[in-house]
């Protein structure tokens, strides 16, 4: 990231020393777009002379539930189970025969038929944080605290290795990341989201923002209103005008090595493809209240259009620091009534409408959509307090047997693969582990499960280590 003293100086077309360095650095990430671009470029370069096609691939939205769904109380219900694991909420149909879903919601059980169930997930790790960067990585972490945070050898993000190995091939950010300023625990960033070992290079384009608010853009990719169209015209002889006025250009090497990749920066933030893809506002008001006039609902709506641009991955993150006054998924008090008043009525109606957005527009085969927590909600309702007493009204972390679903990228729907035993205690059949579900996000990307990535000091390491995908959602065999 290249660093320029004072805010008020202007290069001789006007624009400022501040605005360029916008171009140079994304906010406060400590990424580079430039880098980023420089990245993707060698990225390019390696699958152009290992003779893969530069084409557009397909492109996968996690949307990820921090806190974990209860999969008793919306996937994998039990309804003949005592009162206390079976809950409030009662089973309806789906448009797929022997398919049940959870009674609050309706849109989607009329759409079982384009998303599959796992009803096996299954791990250990029962703290936010490290669930968290286990469920996001498919990497076990060292420690299950509360006190887990980003680490320089944590390992990536599916998003990271996709912009490493996948990037995409238009003027828009291979890796994209919508929610709150932090996620995680006790004020800490949550591991699994970031690039860890590939570099900050690798660190996905983090849109903090509420898309749901007038007037929303990405500040970094926003042009400066001071620059008219006439200025614009002249943008490919931006680099020789900086290049002129601060000598630290000529002299560093390094710097001058990177003046086709500013370039490069400079045409994203100007290009149409980069500025209508962040464009939410071109959307129709009835698609927008389709998808719900609320933060989750207008992200996952903004990833639909970044996809539809080329971007490779994007996570929308539903949650943020776990103590802070929202409705998150993490229901140790008020399960029943917070499910059913807060949050699965929103999780309907703009889950459904994203997989109807991208059937419609023709893309829900090249877009794989995966719906996941951390973890599950224990089975029997009541926990253990801090001070050793109970709450007879949520249920805890449980990692043990949950389940979450993928719709699109060629995913068969209408299935359910593995299942639980009567209370959801444990899995009987089919276990999925983190592992294997990264694997299976690479593997709808285009990614081998045995490729191998390198980290910073050029060291060759697995970009999933033992998991398998599970082909079944594509009608495979194991």
Known sequence: MISIR???????????RRDFVRVGALGTLGLGLPQLLQAEAQAAEIAKAAGKSTKREKSVILFFLMGGQSQLDMWDMKPDAPEMIRGEFKPINTNVDGIQICEHMPLLARRADKFAIIRSMTHHVKNH?????????????????VSLGLAHDDYPAPGSVAALLKPATRNVPSYVQLSPPIVGDTGLQMPGLHAGVLGAKYDPLKVTNDPNQSGFQVEELSLPVEVTDQRLNARRSLLELVESEFALAKESPSIGRMGQFYQRAFNLVTSPEARKAFDIGEESPKLRERYGRNIYAQQLLLARRLVEAGTRLVTIVWGGPINAPLDYWDTHQGNFPKQKDKLIPIFDQCYSALMDDLQDRGMLEDTLVVAMGEFGRTPRVGQITANGGTDSTGRDHWPFCYSITLAGGGVRGGQVIGKSDKTTDMYEERPVTPEDLIATIYH???????SEMHDQLNRPLPVVRGGEPVLELWGSKV
């Open 129 to 145: 944080a490290p669930a968290g960067y286990y469920a996001l990585s498919g990497m076990a972490p060292k420690r299950d605290t």
């Open 444 to 450: 709808s990307l285009g990614i081998s499960h045995h």
């Open 6 to 16: 004072g805010n008020k100086a202007r290069l001789c077309d006007g624009i400022t």
